[in-house]
């Protein structure tokens, strides 16, 4: 069974910094591009961060120069590091895998983690 289990999530005040991990289970993860995606009340869902089979990356412009996407094949373990948190950065934040073949249409989505910034 696949399974992407999302942790850092919490509290923070604005300013501070939080490392959030997704570990995979039951695919290849090598074979997957994996991204952060984040979804506050009341709007869409939006794209964070990607980061491809290759290691190739990509982020929305608001978080450019604040959060690092990273991964350890090994571990079948996905980062995002973010620093200098903003109140609107506030939001769940959801693990995703995309497999390479984007025909196969193979895309798999975590549970999500809270993550708050407030004083």
């Known amino acids: 069974q696949v399974q992407l289990v999302e942790s850092g999530g919490g509290l923070v005040q604005p300013g501070g910094s939080l490392r959030l991990s997704c570990a995979a289970s039951?695919?290849?993860?090598?074979?997957?591009?994996m991204g952060w995606y984040r979804q506050a009340p009341g709007k869409q869902r939006e794209l964070v961060a990607r980061?491809?089979?290759?290691?190739?990356?990509n982020y929305a412009d608001s978080v450019k120069g604040r959060f690092t996407i990273s991964r350890d094949n090994a571990k079948n373990t996905v980062y995002l590091e973010m620093n200098s948190l903003k109140p609107e950065d506030t939001a769940v934040y959801y693990c995703?895998?995309?497999?390479?073949?984007?025909?196969?249409?193979?895309?798999?989505w975590g549970q999500g983690t809270q993550v708050t910034v407030s004083s």
């Open positions: 995703n895998a995309a497999h390479t073949i984007t025909q196969w249409n193979r895309n798999y």
């Open positions: 980061i491809s089979s290759g290691g190739s990356t």
């Open positions: 039951g695919i290849i993860f090598s074979a997957y591009a």
